[in-house]
């Protein structure tokens, strides 16, 4: 018998979907963007061109923090996560503006 149970993430411990059919999302659509600090904060729609799938909603995050650049990327499962999400990621842009490039 095989076991289609969730498997468990190795890095954040928590399990993933089954799926019935992979895609490949490759269909990125901007539906906002911010410049926040020293960085963007964008809002995207990936959908999958080999089918009917299901449509995933992302912030994309790039800045500088202390003179490194940095690119965060969460997923979103709904409008209220998509707003806590987006409150995280600009205060987080929001203090790595204020750090100096060089600390000494």
């Known amino acids: 018998m095989r076991s289609f ?34 960085g963007t904060l964008r809002l995207e729609l990936v959908t999958a061109s080999s089918g009917p799938a299901r449509r995933l909603v992302r912030w994309v995050a790039e800045y500088t923090d202390a003179g490194v ?11 209220l996560d998509e707003q806590r999400q987006h409150a995280r990621l600009e205060a987080e842009m929001l203090l790595a503006a204020a750090r100096p490039e060089h600390p000494e």
């Open 69 to 79: 650049h940095e690119q965060r990327i969460v997923q979103c499962s709904d409008e």
């Open 5 to 38: 149970g969730p498997r468990v993430d190795e890095h954040t411990g928590s399990p993933h979907a089954r799926v019935a059919q992979a895609h490949d999302y490759d269909r990125v659509q901007l539906l906002r963007e911010r410049k926040i600090g020293n």
